[in-house]
């Protein structure tokens, strides 16, 4: 299982994954864009259809194990680790 990270944006203009960032010595996250609003679980359900859509994994593999009711979240993603840093990288460049 892995660990990622993710800072939502919700309401976007458009969805997708802006990059990564880093804030003072937290941990590395991605940003994940969504057109969603942040009412009820919408804003929840929409960042792991789109990382599922875009690391071209089941959504039915990924799990937000921490910060359901935040911007900063921890999602838990059962796969190869090699295969999802090399889709990661494909949107945020090389991984921090």
Known sequence: M???GIRLIAKAGSAGINGM???NDDPAYVKVAVTAPA???KANRAPLKLLARELRQPASTMYIVSGATARQKSVQIVGDPANLK???ELFCGELI
């Open 21 to 23: 960032a880093r804030t």
């Open 86 to 88: 090399e889709r990661l």
């Open 39 to 41: 009412k009820g679980d």
């Open 2 to 4: 892995n660990d990622l």
